[in-house]
Structures are given as structure tokens and as C-alpha cells.
């Protein structure tokens, strides 16, 4: 309490970090991207290892034989669905009760806000069907799910096939303590969205889905298959869900885990893990690694059939199979004896799986970093934040001169102008002026956030664009109209001090990338990445051309046009500008989508809250 | 003066009765944050349908506000929306006309002093002025009817809007000098939720000081005023309490509401402290540590009305804080009581310290309240730790924010009667250093 009670240290201590303002906010700025970079060098992160003791050892002994059988099943499940042109409802439901399960299915219908371009759906019509395998062993009070989504073309045959292999072993087995629900369904995420919302009975996208008729217990974990090729060379893990959201982590323990027991070489990220970790290269496999997960989750989209279940408190993972040209080959028996032991130790679970972390980053599949180690990284970027709010805040406060002990001048009291009191509420219309400011860039976020669907049909009438082309360019014109704002403004204002501004638009950013940070890690740090210098080092007295274009180059669109290059990058799939571009487009239209479809708050954050807070930045530098 | 006031409470009554219409208002009114089991308004309407059912509507564990309040609604429960706009109303003018009275109060004090050349020449500057302070009874209203923290009581439908409103007419019937109005409201609002009753200390004192009574304890007069204050109080608390059994018909209510206060058996989470601290006690310690919460509230009554006793309208401000912070079932609305009086203070803002720290760490509290709930509860992946993290550092902001005004408050007098500028013996610069 000395600290904040004795005036002298905390005079030297405020004029220290006035003094030295610039300087701190550089060191804490170079300090944050350092931690960031060193959270993927192996010596500074975390083995994994399994914290629940349900699941603690791999003892399961594997038996599924039937990996050939499954097979033969997924080419007739792909001859069926070629034949339906789509789902071959009749015939799973046959295949399913042959194989002893309780077979429920569930029509579901959704009308796009806009034709999808890159999936070619608009007004979606599809089926779900599921069978359930009952506990034989305990009450039917918890359930596990195993899903494989039913792809257009010749996709995903194998997974079904193995699903449906599995559901046959499973169901001879005794052992089981937890009804297995075997799930089959169309148009990915949307059915998988439609299924979860009957099930829990919820609706939250306005989705038309049938009531299902039969249901499991609580739903414990989930996995969902995808396979599209006979023989794999590997296993892909997926974590990353709706908005960031990641399962627990002893799911990816689990996985890897039996992946070392039956020797099936496993990725995440597509991505191997590498044994020199001392080396330049293997380090920058690793930071690949890791930013390659940085970059999935800071987009907010579920990113395979699992990301919806996580909402539900659900864990779930994705498991891809990979089939590349590497020499070392796995058939599909092999990918269903992992299955069926990943499942048994899933079945011996006495609680939801919460032990492990919730909040980490992995640079490999068995090297994690949980929240403590990653958050100072975001913790020294928002401290710069802080550091120029108490500096203007200090600035604002000086000019009557006046010792920190409150004991001002007479002379230089009386004779302060008025506009440079620091207290708000003495000088009501300066605070209605900044006002003005902060109430435009809003109404500009709202337009950005409800003008695009809104439109669309009048845009299309009047240009010679596509529907979901002219949702995107409106977004795109209105986000550029916004850049014109400042001008506008100007001329209503009573001119008070740019500082009050800068101070409410640093204190409303540091609060708003606190809060981002915490939901989604990775959104809130590649945010802070380039929008805190930004942030920290606007005023109205830099040269106006060079600022305004450092500024647009900070914007959040345009730090999602390069992040769009570097994860094609990364992803070892270069792109040319031009292609680039085109992906750029459709990744917005897709960031619109995935709100509307399955409530992601990527796009309604930046729209509603990110972009206005840049604004008033904008705003700051026009000052006049 | 009544144009601006006007227009301000034509704007919040606009913005709230726009929030009753949204879909925005099921959502606040499942806050905890808004919310608290004494006043959730999804609690009154059960209560009121197990009354319409001829149950005792304290029969379940559901319903805890006082009869009083379910009476009331027996007869507005269809117009419960304009009747707590209407309690924020009262609340907004009753404030405004005692902050009026109490700085005319204030100006004629200092005259009186300035002409008795009381006060030291180089405190000259801490004089206020009239034009000064001629906004700040309006701004008080403002900062109570716009405040977020009231709308969202207010959309809530939290009946602690209806309990700040009594709260308001009680200080506006001390500051006007009304005896008797000001013991049946502070009845009134201890029979709404206990905690009050600290109030008496400051209307007691205040009312002393307007009728020119020294509190001395060898004056017959003081405890004539005392005896007759208490007699007022106590007597309207007894007919309160008489009429809250005839209307019921039963002694119910009693453990129900009061015991229900004390005792804190719901221990859902709130901004307050008590939750998590007696969620993860062992049994046994429960009761002591009850009382020692418990005692925390009423305890700095004592300290604070010596400190305090020649500025009991202060003494009201601190103990409405000490209250909102330490009581067993805080809501935002609580909150927003006391904050509207800072505009009051606002000539103290010179001597203030951390306030600058203490708003900042209060705004990211609000913010991180929903945030770190929405992590907890809806995902899963966080647990209770961080929302009582967060709950912890809001409350300990609070306290620093009315330690910061106490001090700015008691420096500010020492400045009146020893001069702006202090001396050493040695004739060097000095500095008050609180330790």
C-alpha cells in the first residue's frame, strides 16, 4: 500500500514511466513477440501426459479384425449413394438395423443467408441418421458419439464404412458402460448443427430440423472420422472448434497415445513432429506448427465436423486420415483397433473429462503450452496499452500545474483554460463531443454488420456480381467508406483535446483484446499484434500521409489479407496475389456464413466492436 | 433547472422502456451480475403465483423479498415495468432535491465561515463557488438514471431499484429536516433489507446538527432527540412488521427474508464476497465466519460516525458504499446508488490518487463479469476461480475507490482548518503521507 499511499514514490514512480514511456512500451512490445516465439522452442513447454486417471494407460487389448469388411461396406455405401445422389437414407437405416442398432433418422432443411459459393449449397435439404448402440452394462445415463459425415463425390466412403464395421464389433462386445450412438450425416456441419440442436433440444440459427425420436444419455466425448482412401499413411488430429474453442486435452493424450501403442504415425496440423528441437530447422517446424494452430483458431470456424459439439460442453475431436507418399502404409483394421480403444478408455470414464487443460497451444503432438505460459505474451502487448493511458492521463492532468500531492498553483489554476480539465464530469460538453466520435465509428460497425445480407438482392439488381460476390463487396465498400468518416465528423465538434479521445479509444481497446483474449486466445494476440503499435503511437501531429497508410496496414482487413498469404504459406500451398485475393474474398464471405449458420462471433466482434475501435484511431489522426 | 431534468429523465425513461421491448431484456434479467436471489424478478412472480394459489408464497425455497413488495405487486404486476421506471424516477428527483438543499446547506456554511475569517488565507482556493456547483444536482440524477449499471437493474426488473428508491426518500426527508418522514423510511428500507439500519447513525447525526444540538452525552437534549428518533424508528418498524403479519398471516416471512439475509444459504455467484468464500468453507467454521462477514457491514458504522460526525451527508455516501460492497447479496443496482453521489465530491478530485487506476480496473471488471461467466458456464474450460479472480478485484477497486474519496475528503478538511500549504518546522515544503 506504500505504493499507492505515499506521494513521493509514487511521484517517481509516475515520472519514471512517463519518462521513459516510449521506450518501456518498444521493450514491452519486442518482449511480448519474443515470449510468443519461445512458446515453441521444446525446452520452454510442457511434455503432455494424461490427467485422468479413468483413461491413465493404454491397456486395452485392441481386437477389431474387420477392416477388410468395412471396406467392401464403404464401396457399397458409395455405390448406394451415387445411386441416391446423395444420402442413401434407406439403406443406411437397413445396414444400421441389420447390425442390431436402435435406427433413428432426422430431416433437417436450412436456407442459406447467401448461396456458399465454395461448397455450391443454397437452400439445403438433407437427412441424418444415427443408430444407437445401448449399454448392456449401466444405466443409460452418458452416451459417446461417433460420426462420419456424408461428402459429395467419392469422399469419406471408407469412414462410413468403418463406422459401420465398428457398430457391428461394438455391438457383440459386453463391456460397454456408455451407449454409443453411431452418426451418419449430410451437408457436414450443417446437419452435424441440426442433429446437435434436436438433441439438446435447443435452437439458436433457426435451423427446421425434425424432432429425433430416440435418444442416448448426456453425451460424454465425440469423435468424427474422415477417411477417404483404402490404405493411410497417416492420422491428422483436429482440435480446434466454434470460436476457438478446443476440447480438453486428454483427448489429444488419448489419441497420441494410442497412436504410439499401435504404431500409426500421427500429425496435427498435417504437421510430423520433429526430434531436433535444437536445431534452426526443427524450431521453425515447430513455430510452424504452432502458428498454424494460432492462425485455425483465431478464425473462429469449427474446423472439422467436431467444432459444433464443443458448444454442447462436448469433447470432440476430428480424426482425418492422410494418404500421402510416404513408405510407411496403415490399413483400415489398424485405424479401427485405434478407434476401438480410444472408445473403451472413452466407456471407463466416471466424469466429463476435465482434468487436463482446457486453454493451450501445441507445437507438437506432445508438446503442449498452457494458458499460464501463453498469456504474459498477450499480458506485455496490453501493458503498452495501459502504459499510454496513464501517460496521457497524466498529460491531461499537468497542465495546471500541480504537484502529484494535489497542491496546485493559484495563478496557473485560474488561469488554465477550461478545456484541458481532466475531470469529465466538470465539463459535460467535452464529454458529449467526444461522444459524437465514438457514436459514428459504431453506427459504422453496425452498417458493416447488417448492410452486406441486408443488400445483397439490390446490389445484385444493380451490379453484374454474384450474390454472395456482392455481400462481400458491399462489406469490403462500407469497410473503405468508413476510412472517409473523420472528415464528416469534424465539422459538428466542439474541437476538445484528441487526448480525451485517445484515452477512452486506448482504455476501450486494452478492455476490448482483454476480453478477446480470454475467448480466443489466438484472435485476441493477432489482434493485438498489429493493432497495438498502431494504437500506442497515433497522434494527430505525425506526418498524415505515411501514418494513414501505416494505419490501413494495420487494419484489421488487411491483416486478414496477409494472413490469408502466410497461412497458404505455411500450409506449403503458395498462392499468387491474385489467388490470394480471391481467397481473401471468400474467406470473408465464409467468416459471414459461419456467423449466420452455426453462430460464430468472429465477424460480429470485428464488425461491431474491432473496426469502430480502429476508427476512432482513425478519427484521432485527422484531428484537426 | 427543471428543463435539463427533464430532459434527462425523458431519455432514461426512453432508453429503458426501448430495453423492456428488446430481446436484450430476458438476457439481463438472467444475469447474476443484475440479478440477486432477494430480487430476481422471476422470484416475485412465483412468489405472486403461489399467493394467487393461497400457498404461503414463503412455503418453497424460492421467494425471499418482503410481503410488502409481493402485496404491491399483487396490484402492479401488470404494470411492473412503469413501476420501476417509476422507482428510478423517484429515486433521480429525490436525489436531486436533496443534493440541492445540501449544497445550499454547504454555501451558507462556508459563508458563515469565510465571514468569521475562520478559514486560513492560502486555503482560499478551495472555497467553492456557486456557479460551481449549480450543475451538480443535475449531474447527480444523471449519473443515477444513466448510469449503466441502474438501466440494466432497471431492465432487470431487480426490486432493488425499488429499495435504492426508498433509500433516496429517505435522504431527501433527513436533508429537508423532517424527522419523522425520515425514521419511516429508514423503517421502511431496514425492513426491506436490514443492512440500512447503519443509515440512522448519519440521519441522527445530520438532524442533530440542523436543529443545533451538540452531540454531547451530557446534554438532555441529545438524548431527548436520540429517544425520540428511536421511539420514531422503532415504532414504524413495528407497525411495518405488525402489517407484514396481518397481511400474511403468518410469522413465515421472518426466517425467510431476514434469516435468508444473515445466514446466506444461496450461494450462487455474485459480484459480491460472501459466495465463494462460504462455498468452499468447511461446515463447521460456517457460523463464525458468518458473523465476522456479517459484522464487517454494520462494524465501520462506529469509526466512521466519529471520524465523520460534523459531515453526516458523507457518512451516508461512505456507508452506502460499505454497504454495497459487504453485503451478503450485492447487485449492480446497490452500486449505482452510492456512485451517483461522486458528482457531489466532485470538488474533491484534486486531492484524489488512484481514481485513474480505480475506473480503470472497475470498466475491465464490468466487462470481464460476462466474459469470464460465458467461459465458466457456457464452455466449460474455465472454472470458478477466474469469475471470483475478477469478482475479488471489483470489490477491492470499490474499497479503493471510497478509501481514495475518504481521504481526499478528510485531507481536504485538514487543508480548511491548517492551510493549503503546509510547513515543516523547519520551514521546508511537507506532504501528507498516509500510512
Known sequence: MGLLSDPNRRRALINLLTRLNAPICAVCYIAGVAWFMGLAFEPFTLRTYMSENAMGSTMVEERFPAGERALATGREFAAHKKRAGGMPVDWLVKTMQSRGLEVFTQKFSRTLPFPDENKERYMVKGTNVYGILRAPRAPRTEALVLTAPCSPGDDNNQAVGLLLGLAQYFRNQIYWAKDIIFLVNEHDLIGMQAWLEGYHHTNTTGIDWSPLQGRGGSIQAALSLELSSDIITSLDLVLEGLNGQLPNLDLANLFYAFCQKIGVTCTIQGKLQRNDWDSVSGYSHAVQTMMLMVMKQASGRPWGDHGLFLRYHIEAATIKGINSFRQYKTDVTTVGRLLEGMY???????????????????????????IGYYMPA??????????????????????????????????????????????????????????????????????????????????????????????????????????ALPHNTHRYILTPDWRVLKLIAVLYMAVLLGCTALINFSLGFILALTLVPMAAFITPHRPKVLSAFIMVILSPACTLLFLVFFFQDLQEIPVSFEDGWMLFLSVISQGILDHSLYGSLVYPLIALMVYPCWLLFWNILFWK | MAAPLTVVLIVAVTVRACLFRSSLADLIAERVEVVSPLNAWKRVVEGLALLDLGVSPYSGDVFHETPLIIYLFH?????????????????????????????????????????????????????????????????????????????????????????????????????????????????????????????????????????YIPVNVRWASFWWFLLQYAFMYLGSLFVIICLSFFLLGSWDYLPSVYGFILSVPDLTPNIGLFWYFFAEMFEHFRLF??????????????????????????????????????????????????????????????????????????????ALFPVLWHLWIYSGSANSNFYYAITLLFNVAQILLVSDYFYAFLRREHHLTYGLYLKRKDGSEATLVLK
Not at chain 1, 421 to 440: F, G
Not at chain 1, 451 to 470: G, K, L, N
Not at chain 2, 98 to 118: G, H, I, P, S, W
Open chain 1, 344 to 370: 473403451r478408455k472413452l466407456n471407463n470414464l466416471l466424469e466429463r473429462l476435465h482434468q487436463s487443460y482446457f486453454f493451450y497451444l501445441m507445437p507438437s503432438l506432445s508438446h503442449f503450452v498452457s
Open chain 2, 75 to 211: 396490484f402492479l404486476v401488470d404494470y411492473a415495468e412503469i413501476t420501476f421506471m417509476l422507482a428510478d424516477v423517484i429515486t433521480a428527483v429525490a436525489l436531486y432535491y436533496a443534493v440541492q438543499d445540501y449544497n445550499t446547506q454547504v454555501l451558507r456554511q462556508q459563508k458563515f465561515a469565510l465571514e468569521a475569517e475562520r478559514l486560513p488565507l492560502d486555503s482560499l482556493e478551495l472555497i467553492r463557488s456557486p456557479r460551481q456547483m449549480y450543475y451538480i444536482p443535475l449531474k447527480v440524477a444523471m449519473v443515477y438514471l444513466l448510469n449503466p449499471f441502474t438501466v440494466l437493474s432497471c431492465v432487470a426488473k431487480s426490486t432493488c431499484g425499488l429499495n435504492n428508491a426508498i433509500v433516496a426518500l429517505f435522504i431527501l426527508s433527513t436533508i429537508k429536516k423532517n424527522a419523522l418522514l425520515s425514521a419511516i423510511f429508514l423503517a421502511l428500507s431496514t425492513y426491506q433489507s436490514i443492512y440500512p439500519v447503519t443509515l440512522c447513525a448519519p440521519a441522527v447525526l445530520y438532524l442533530l446538527q440542523r436543529q
Open chain 1, 378 to 483: 498477450f499480458g506485455l502487448l496490453a501493458v503498452i496499452l495501459l502504459l499510454r493511458a496513464l501517460d496521457l492521463w497524466v498529460q491531461l492532468a499537468t497542465p495546471p500545474v500541480r504537484t502529484e500531492d494535489g497542491i496546485a498553483d493559484l495563478e496557473q489554476v485560474t488561469h488554465s483554460p477550461p478545456t484541458i480539465k481532466l475531470i469529465p464530469k466538470e465539463t459535460i460538453p467535452e464529454v458529449l463531443s467526444v461522444l459524437t466520435p465514438l457514436v459514428i465509428s459504431h453506427l459504422t460497425g453496425a452498417a458493416l454488420y447488417f448492410f452486406p445480407i441486408q443488400f445483397q438482392a439490390t446490389a445484385v439488381e444493380h451490379f453484374p456480381v454474384s450474390e454472395s460476390e456482392a455481400v462481400v463487396l458491399t462489406a469490403i465498400a462500407i469497410y473503405t467508406a468508413g476510412l
Open chain 2, 289 to 366: 465466519f458468518l458473523c465476522v462477514f456479517q459484522i464487517n457491514v454494520f462494524f465501520y458504522t462506529i469509526p466512521l460516525s466519529i471520524k465523520l460526525k460534523e459531515h453526516p451527508v458523507f457518512l451516508i455516501f461512505m456507508q452506502l458504499a460499505v454497504i454495497s460492497i459487504f453485503k451478503s447479496y450485492p447487485t449492480v443496482g446497490d452500486i449505482a446508488l452510492y456512485m451517483s453521489f461522486l458528482p457531489v465530491w466532485s470538488h474533491l478530485h484534486r486531492f484524489l490518487r488512484n481514481i485513474f487506476l480505480v475506473s480503470c480496473v472497475l470498466l475491465a471488471c464490468s
